[in-house]
């Protein structure tokens, strides 16, 4: 996928535009029926229920952009929550998405590149320098776990539950 137009959803209401966005594996009947089996990757539940309720629970100083087609599909969201203590910038990155049917095209990095421009952005505005962004990973989440890694991402403490902090620390 080349070229991707990225948007920026500044308010709850913007937000409202992700209710059509999907970003799970589609899910499997047992033997052939209406039942359904258990999700096969139970974050990515996680992931779409976090962005299907940006419409409600989206903080003034958050930042969601997602990457359209240039018809204005969406193929991936990010949803990142900057903070500071008026020494230093941090941010943690609350959820990366990317369509089921667009993966595997390098999007996610792709994504994570505006993750780290936009924090960057941030801690600029705030003239203050950039301690690290943060996220939470699914322990069984293979495919951010390698994200994370290609990207300088290392973790840090032990799981809590399922899920790991890893961070990324600018160069100094």
């Known amino acids: 996928m080349s070229e991707l137009i990225w948007r920026t959803l500044a308010s709850k209401r913007d937000c409202r535009y992700l209710q059509s966005f ?4 589609p899910r499997l009947t047992v033997d052939g029926s209406v039942r359904r089996a258990p999700h096969p990757r139970p974050w990515e539940l996680e ?20 990457a359209e087609r240039p018809d204005g599909t ?6 990142i929550s900057p903070s500071n203590d008026g020494r230093v910038a941090a941010v943690h990155l609350n959820v990366i ?6 993966r595997g095209l390098g999007l996610a990095d792709r994504v ?15 003239c203050l320098p950039l301690e690290l962004i943060s ?22 403490g ?5 899920y790991q902090t890893w961070i990324w620390v600018p160069a100094r």
Request: hydrophobic share 40%; with cysteine.
């Open 22 to 25: 999907s970003c799970t594996t």
């Open 47 to 66: 992931a779409q229920s976090m962005i299907r309720r940006l419409s409600e629970s989206k903080a003034a100083r958050d930042v969601v952009f997602v």
């Open 74 to 79: 969406p193929v991936a969201v990010a949803h």
């Open 97 to 102: 998405a990317v369509g089921w049917s667009d």
């Open 112 to 126: 994570l590149d505006r993750v780290r421009a936009e924090s960057v952005a941030y801690a600029t505005a705030e």
């Open 135 to 156: 996220a939470t990973i699914h322990t069984s989440n293979q495919a951010s776990i390698h994200m994370a890694q290609r990207n300088g991402f290392e973790p840090t």
């Open 158 to 162: 032990s799981p809590v539950g399922h």
